[in-house]
């Protein structure tokens, strides 16, 4: 009886030895909180949040790593805990991670920030990555959009949103919609030059992220601000027309190619950017409509003839038809207005022959050698008075032998041209200028070509 009244005493007296063992080893909060600032602690978190431990010793140990920007150990450790254990915890995760976004200090919600992007990445379910995404807008909708890369974290601007994907795109609506509130404010040039840098990075941004639907964005938003600052549009408003494919830029790119209002710099600029770029790269077709109604309308005289350059480089030899046809039948229509801002540039009256004469000049260039000449022969018997005489001149620069035998018959015509101001008063002695110019052209090329063979 006394062995077994020992044996019951040991028994009892190791039970108690357990019993404080197990509750030694039990690890608090507190306990994690030590390691915060030991160069081990990665690690440590680590082995917190995968051993056998509470809820809010796991719940800690994230936090720490968050705190110390280490939070993109995350992403490997958390996959490792069963699923609805793993819920669980980024359930009360996320509830940490939004008061952190709230702190005042700068370093604080930045790691928040940073928390919540590899928190995201770390197995959890579309609905709590739905909810992580509401956290990095909240971070990103505000000035923390300008956090300087220096400053940001692990997580700039680009990798956030390109983690939320279509959800920041009301973000950045709003930021543009501030900048340009802005640039319709700027009084001197450098303020306005700087707002336009800004949104410019902004456009960057957006773009780079490859979205399916941001042309239309895009293009939705510039339609609309264009409409509230017209025709007060700055050179960034160019911008969509270098590379957007939404229909929605057409109207808004005709609407500045038609304006009647050839003084405004802004609008000059960016009918350069269309001609060049837009009609060119994103919508051919649509830049040959239009070309063809600036033909027929233009009040500047100068987008006429960048149109017919347009129109030739682009259509070729079918844009011949449309140039003789497109143009006025009416010099005072043709002239350059005298308050234009490259009248000083021209003779202004003499600004149609300078263009005619240039065209015809580089017609073979425009059209790739190919020059539609039985075309321009036609029109030395049009109807209006606009097509014979560029005929005549035209064929004064790329016509053969014979059709300098046209143009002397054509030398009996005494139609009255004396309002054209081409220097001579009627039709016939244009043709005979015409003639000779085409013979002193082909002489000094013989003399050149002679010349350059005899060195």
Known sequence: MRFSRGGGFWLLISMLLLSVTVFACKKTPEDVRKWAKDRRAAAKMKEF?????????????????????????????MPKLPE???????????????????????????????????????????????????????????????????????????KLFEEVGADGIPVFEKILRGLFAELAEAQRAEASLHVQQKILEVLHLMESLNLPEMDEVLARFFVA????????????????????????LVPLAEKIMLDPDYRNDALNILRDILLRTYYVD???KEGGVVCGKVLRDDRSGFLRWMCVRYLMVQMRAPAVDLVFTGLPDDPAALALPEDHPLASSFDVGRYFWVEAESYCRSMDTLLGGKVPLDKIRNYLNGSRMVERLLAV??????????????????????????????????????????????????????????????E
């Open 49 to 77: 949040i995968l051993g056998e431990n509470s809820p809010e010793v796991k719940l800690e140990a994230m936090e720490i790593l968050v705190e110390r920007g280490e939070a993109n150990n995350l992403v490997a450790i």
């Open 84 to 158: 609805s254990e793993r819920e669980a915890l980024v359930d009360e995760m996320i509830k940490r991670l939004d008061k952190l976004l709230d702190s005042e200090t700068f370093g604080t919600h930045v790691r928040a920030k940073d928390g919540v992007y590899y928190l995201a990445n770390a197995g959890v379910t579309e609905a709590q990555r739905s909810r992580l995404h509401e956290l990095l807008l909240k971070w990103a909708d505000g000035d923390n959009f300008w956090c300087p890369l220096d400053r940001v974290g692990n997580v700039d601007q680009s």
């Open 225 to 248: 601000a264009a409409e509230e600052a017209y025709p007060n549009l700055a050179e960034i408003y160019g911008h969509p027309f270098l590379k957007n494919k939404s229909p929605l």
């Open 282 to 284: 994103v919508q051919l």
């Open 393 to 454: 001149l035209c064929l004064s620069f790329q016509g053969e032998a014979a059709d300098m035998e046209r143009l002397l018959e054509l030398s009996k015509d005494r139609s009255d041209i004396s309002a054209w101001d081409a220097g001579v008063a009627t039709l016939g002695e244009f043709a005979l200028m015409a003639r000779a110019a085409h013979a002193e052209r082909k002489a000094e090329a013989a003399a050149a070509e002679q010349g350059a063979g005899s």
